[in-house]
């Protein structure tokens, strides 16, 4: 099982710019995560997906969207890519998303944008 | 408002040397306590969850307890492969998500 898959792995975009991270999991979990990691600031949900065909915000979620394509798949889209969003990317999965529940995280996508 | 704090945000061991790392947290209702190691460059790995007061949890060196207002994770005899950035989040309050701390980065040297 490789558990949680990102992809890529680095990104540079420029100002204005677009892209999409992609995430999948293969642990049949039914819940999924976006988060970013900032030096100094714990790990901050930007989006979550509980189930397959639902996404709700999180803390930080202007500037971002997402698409739970399936029930492995959970993409997140910069559509007008700012400095501000300079970070590491990291999407988790979990079982459920009931209390409790322990996440997993994929590897994480480095983003950079100039 | 919820909250995670984790001390020290760094601390360095000499091979052998046992410590403690703490995460105090303010949520009503906690419905489970969670320990990552993040290793430079990597994800997060999960460790333990703890659900109640008074739980205690091990895996190798390491020992994670509860108490109603704080987790420690104690390390015992650590080794140089045990540096890493530990994690603690909580899952409680208003909200059904985890809450992290901002990690503490542990350095044991040989």
């Known amino acids: 099982n490789a558990g949680v898959t990102q992809t890529p792995k680095f990104q540079v975009l420029k100002t204005g710019q677009s892209m999409t991270l992609q995430c999948a999991q293969d642990?049949?979990?039914?819940?999924m995560y976006w988060y970013r990691q900032d030096p100094g600031m714990g790990l901050r949900l930007i989006y979550y997906?509980?189930?397959?065909?639902?996404?709700d915000k999180g803390e930080v979620p202007n500037g971002y969207n997402v698409s739970r394509l399936n029930k492995r798949e959970f993409s997140l889209r910069l559509e007008s890519a700012a400095p501000s969003q300079t970070s590491v990317y990291f999407c988790?999965?979990?079982?459920?998303?009931?209390?409790?529940?322990?996440?997993?995280f994929g590897p994480g996508t480095r983003l950079t944008v100039t | 408002e919820d909250q995670v704090t984790q001390s020290p945000e760094a601390l360095r061991l000499q091979e052998g040397e046992s410590s403690s790392l703490n995460c105090s947290y303010t949520?009503?209702?906690?419905?489970?306590l969670f320990w990552y190691r993040q290793d430079p460059g990597k994800g997060p790995e999960f460790l333990f969850t703890?659900?109640?007061a008074g739980e205690e949890k091990e895996k190798e060196r390491l020992k994670a307890t509860l108490t109603k207002k704080e987790s420690f994770l104690h390390i015992t005899a650590p080794k140089p492969e045990d540096s890493a950035t530990y994690l603690c989040?909580?899952?409680?309050?208003?909200?059904?998500?985890?809450?992290f701390g901002t990690g503490t980065l542990l350095a044991v040297q040989p």
């Open positions: 989040a909580v899952n409680g309050g208003a909200t059904n998500k985890l809450i």
């Open positions: 997906s509980a189930s397959e065909g639902t996404t």
């Open positions: 703890l659900y109640s």
């Open positions: 949520v009503s209702g906690l419905r489970g």
């Open positions: 642990m049949n979990h039914n819940s």
């Open positions: 988790a999965s979990s079982e459920s998303g009931g209390p409790g529940v322990e996440q997993y």
